[in-house]
């Protein structure tokens, strides 16, 4: 199956930096989703974006399909951006293969 | 967007014994999938429940282990049966919307 991988593993920031997560996947795809798991657990949805790019406030994404890669960006982080961040894919219309996430720490 | 949720939200269970978790959409969906979160671990499949059908179920994952129903367009659960400590996980049931899946609130399960 399509294999996704996600860095870094590990993000420390302060609040108010920019920062990047990288996800690249070894297939194409048609359903590539960014996920932002919250300390209770529960997955929200951030960004459906199989390829180009979406902005919703300070979080952006691009995917470049023909180079198998997705970036999320995270602007002017604020404590509450903290949790783990998930990048899931599959070449078709099924259930997703996720990456090992990034978690993230944003300090006051 | 699917709005969902399960029950229970969480569960403290004694080795050996069987919890079922239950999963409620509020529209109907054709494909239905459960996925378990080890600790500090990604999310894994388990198996794809279809209406009227037998769920399938992902290599390391079987039907004795974790039996599915899904007696309807709405609704499924997912039973951890004779459990061990290493059950102990977050199981998260998900939908597929028009593009995108989405996903219940989990049931945190902790086996003693």
């Known amino acids: 199956g399509i294999q996704v991988e996600q860095s870094p593993p590990d993000l420390i920031l302060q609040e108010g930096a920019n920062s990047t997560l990288r996800c690249n996947f070894s297939?194409?795809?048609?359903?590539l989703q960014w996920f932002h798991q919250n300390p209770w657990g529960q997955l929200i949805n951030l960004f459906y974006?199989?390829?180009g790019t979406k902005q919703n406030g300070r979080l952006s994404a691009t995917t470049v399909a023909t180079e198998r890669y997705s970036l999320l960006y995270i602007s002017s982080s604020q404590t509450t951006d903290s949790g783990v961040y998930f990048c899931?894919?599959?070449?078709?219309?099924?259930?997703?293969?996720f990456g090992k996430g990034t978690s993230l720490l944003v300090t006051p | 967007s699917a709005v969902i949720s399960q029950k229970p939200s969480r569960d403290i269970c004694q080795r050996g014994t069987s919890l079922t978790i239950q999963c409620q959409v509020d529209?109907?969906?054709?494909?239905m999938f459960w996925y378990r979160q080890q600790p500090g671990q990604s999310l894994t499949l388990i198996a794809t429940?279809?209406?009227?059908?037998?769920?399938?179920?992902e290599s390391g994952f079987v039907i004795d282990k974790f039996p599915i129903s899904r007696p309807n367009l709405t609704f499924s659960t997912l039973t951890v049966s004779n459990m061990s400590p290493e059950d102990s996980s977050i199981y998260l049931c998900?939908?597929?919307?028009?593009?995108?899946?989405?996903f219940g609130p989990g049931t945190r399960l902790t086996v003693t």
């Open positions: 899931a894919a599959h070449p078709k219309r099924d259930a997703l293969n």
């Open positions: 974006i199989p390829s």
């Open positions: 529209s109907q969906v054709t494909m």
């Open positions: 297939d194409s795809v048609n359903n």
């Open positions: 429940a279809n209406q009227g059908s037998e769920a399938t179920y």
């Open positions: 998900s939908v597929e919307g028009r593009h995108e899946q989405y």
